[in-house]
């Protein structure tokens, strides 16, 4: 191996699995990053690869050789990006509507990596070829803010914050209904949908499949007739979370087809052309009126704290506009 890293364990440290050992070593590296290190044979232990769960020994030389960057094989695209804040560690970017995050299959192309790509050379490396720079995402038609790492140690600062919860994650989200609170914590686990694999679903404790830990606090912003303009904040970040969340608790995302919340309103709810003039508004969402308008963490150089909003799109915004002037108008009947 050339530039490797060696260490030699200890007696103070026999018995330790030897990823826990590599990460009090190798300190700017996430757990995850040291596991995959292993299963890539980019560490060997006396010579030999060995596996995350291996057990140091007293006298056991490991050594770790960072792999070198892969080429990524995603072409730069000259797509233009919204962006909020920028310097040599982060950039943040308020996402719109209809663009996947990374690419995958079906969206090989088209995508936000494939335009920070073009925008910029310097991304962090942890997320791998496909994930460049990609601390969080955002559903492809979810719109706001999302921030990018730059470089592995902004990428890894930023991450910690939010698994940490001292990163704050905010969205606006139009549901369908009127929720029986003004305030609740959505404390339910989330996995894979069993039967259809683009789903996710709220796992019940003791169910078949196992879920991930998943928490969502739900505030009630305005009530809109038929309607209620809600804030969520993601104390986790599951996939599909709020979106799942608001459905599990009866109050589907408006414009959300997956999880229910692509409706009507009917003729028994209201009539004339308040009601065709809504549904239209409801169509001309084109996905679900889901924006995550408010973003806060520590810049990981300096540690200043960082906030940002930024305003919905302008299909989310005429449509509560119009719900607020049937609600003012008393033309809607809820």
Not at 63 to 88: M, N, T, Y
Not at 169 to 191: E, M, N, Q, S, T
Not at 250 to 259: H, I, L, M, S
């Amino acid at each position: 191996m050339q530039d490797d890293q060696v260490f030699i364990v200890g007696e103070t440290d026999v018995g330790q699995r030897l990823d826990v050992f590599l990460a009090h070593r190798l300190r700017d590296a996430s757990r995850s990053q040291l596991q995959r290190l292993v299963s890539t044979q980019a560490v060997e232990v006396n010579g030999e690869t060995a596996k995350p769960s291996y057990r140091v020994q007293p006298g056991d030389l490991v050594a770790v050789e960072s792999p070198a960057p892969k080429v990524s094989h995603i072409a730069p695209e000259k797509i233009d990006l919204d962006i909020v804040f920028e310097d040599r560690d982060l950039l943040v970017l308020n996402k719109p509507k209809n663009m996947v995050v990374h690419p995958a299959p079906g969206a090989e192309n088209g995508t936000l990596v494939n335009a920070l790509l073009a925008h910029c050379d310097d991304l962090s490396g942890i997320g791998g070829v496909e994930r460049p720079g990609i601390v969080h995402r955002l559903d492809k038609d979810t719109t706001g803010l999302l921030v990018v790492a730059k470089n592995d140690v902004a990428h890894n600062a930023l991450q910690q914050q939010i698994q940490k919860r001292t990163a704050t994650r905010k969205y606006h989200a139009l549901v369908w209904g009127r929720p029986p609170f003004v305030h609740a914590i959505v404390d339910v686990p989330i996995g894979r949908h069993p039967t259809d694999r683009k789903r996710m679903t709220v796992v019940e404790p003791g169910g078949r499949a196992p879920g991930r830990a998943a928490i969502t606090e739900l505030r009630l912003l305005e009530e809109l007739g038929l309607f209620t303009l809600m804030e969520a904040v993601l104390q986790t970040g599951r996939t599909h979370q709020i979106r799942v969340h608001c459905a599990f608790a009866g109050f589907p995302v408006v414009g959300d087809a997956t999880y229910g919340g692509l409706r009507k309103v009917s003729a028994d709810q209201m009539r004339g052309p308040a009601q065709a003039a809504l549904n239209e508004r409801i169509a001309g969402l084109n996905g679900q009126a889901l924006h995550a308008f408010f973003l806060a963490f520590d810049h990981p150089r300096t540690g200043e704290r960082l906030q940002f909003t930024a305003p919905p799109p302008a299909e989310m915004r005429d449509l509560t506009a119009f719900l607020r002037s049937l609600r003012d108008g008393g033309e809607a009947d809820g």
